[in-house]
């Protein structure tokens, strides 16, 4: 039932188990259905699942409530990866773990005091484990700055789509030019302007060429998509509407 990789109907997966005895109350799904106080069944698998896609390991920490007596349910509580260190040992590999925002004041624990779970193993780093995103950093940091960029230019202007070329007698005239600039910001500037019209005495237009740099930016774009894909054995004609068929 945890591989991932075949994934069918229940009902296969119990008639090839055969006699299967379902357990409807027990301390564990207790557990599972309220992890701990904060956080519900949904909350706590969703955090799971997002600490192992995106970091590559899963830590919990099974916690005794004040009071706890044996039967009863403890709480599982997730540690964010991003702040686990592990402690390594020259005999054990693992001499236990710390977790802290700040390395000044950690909170220690032992090797068997958390479950350590790993999303992939790391061949550079036997300690942790891997994500499919870690092997497409430099992607999606690009990707993320390119969106940033265009939506700089969305809400700024920063790359101009046409130049306007005032007449020479009043190309010494700041004045004229900041009017000028305040008009075509007014009247053009966003996205919600685009397809105005321009009309002034004697002011040339001239549409500027985008580069090819610029040009090439879409099929980037759509290039360090298909790797993410890729990366998580999407297939990346899933997410196409005109590719549906293929899918």
């Known amino acids: 039932l945890t ?11 119990a008639d090839k188990a055969g006699d299967v005895v379902e357990i409807l109350e027990h301390p564990a799904l207790d557990t599972l259905h309220t992890p701990n106080p904060w956080q519900d069944h949904t909350e706590f698998m969703a955090s799971l699942y997002l600490s192992g896609e995106f970091a590559g390991n899963l830590y919990l920490v099974p916690v005794k409530p004040d009071g706890w007596q044996d039967g009863q349910p403890i709480y599982l509580q997730i540690l ?11 005999v ?18 032992g090797p068997n005091d958390l479950w350590h779970k790993k999303l992939k193993e790391n061949v550079w780093n036997p300690y942790y484990g891997v994500s499919p ?28 789509d046409f130049m306007a ?12 030019f900041d009017q000028f600039s305040a008009s075509l910001n ?17 002011t040339q237009i001239v549409p500027l060429q985008f580069t090819p740099r610029e040009m090439e930016n879409a099929l980037r774009i759509a290039n360090y998509e298909h790797r993410v894909a890729m990366a998580y054995d999407f297939p990346v004609t899933m997410s196409k509407l005109n590719d549906a068929s293929r899918a």
């Open 3 to 13: 591989d991932t990789r075949r994934v069918g109907k229940s009902a296969v997966y």
């Open 92 to 109: 054990t590999m693992i001499g236990g773990y710390t977790f802290g925002r700040n390395r000044a004041d950690v909170e220690q624990f």
């Open 165 to 176: 070329l005032l007449p020479p007698e009043v190309g010494s005239n700041q004045d004229v």
């Open 133 to 160: 995103i870690q092997s497409l950093l430099i992607e999606a940091d690009i990707d993320a700055a390119s969106a940033t960029r265009d939506l700089a230019m969305w809400l700024n202007g920063a790359r101009p």
């Open 186 to 202: 007014r009247d053009h500037r966003g996205p919600q302007n685009a397809g105005q019209f321009k009309v002034s005495n004697a």
């Open 80 to 90: 964010m990866p991003q702040y686990v260190r592990v402690i390594p040992d020259p």
